[in-house]
Nanobody, 127 residues
Framework: QVQLVESGGGSVQAGGSLKLSCVASGYTSSAQFMGWFRQAPGKAREAVAAVRPIGAHSFFAEYADSVQGRFPDIKRNAENTLYLQMNNLKAEDTAIYYC?????????????????WGQGTQVTVSS
């Protein structure tokens, strides 16, 4: 089992920044792939960004088109913590942000490919 705990959400004005964190614990070898999803009120959950391993200590990042350039950095460190830097936030970024992980992922932006989920952290952007 893998446990995921998110932090870093909050309320900001449009144009502001936040940095989300997700700490993975437990059987972390089952969390080779990690990513962020979000769900706005009344909408389906959507992928935001993810990292997949390409070597022992290297990861390749993927981003949704809607955040490309504004969310410039998704990183995973050696302590199994996943970070997401979010800049130039917009009102439409308001959502609950979930950390997800899985041992294998075919499509990084398919929530069904992820086995483990955190409880989520709220991000609210006011215009």
């Amino acid at each position: 089992q893998v446990q995921l705990v998110e932090s870093g959400g909050g309320s900001v004005q449009a144009g502001g920044s936040l940095k989300l964190s997700c700490v993975a614990s437990g059987y972390t070898s089952s969390a080779q792939f990690m990513g962020w999803f979000r769900q706005a009120p009344g909408k389906a959950r959507e992928a935001v960004a993810a990292v997949r391993p390409i070597g022992a200590h290297s990861f390749f990042a993927e981003y949704a088109d809607s955040v490309q350039g504004r969310f410039p950095d998704i990183k995973r460190n050696a302590e199994n913590t996943l970070y997401l830097q979010m800049n130039n936030l917009k009102a439409e970024d308001t959502a609950i942000y979930y950390c997800a992980a899985s041992e294998r992922v075919r499509n990084w932006n398919d929530e069904n490919d992820y086995n483990y989920w955190g409880q989520g952290t709220q991000v609210t952007v006011s215009s």
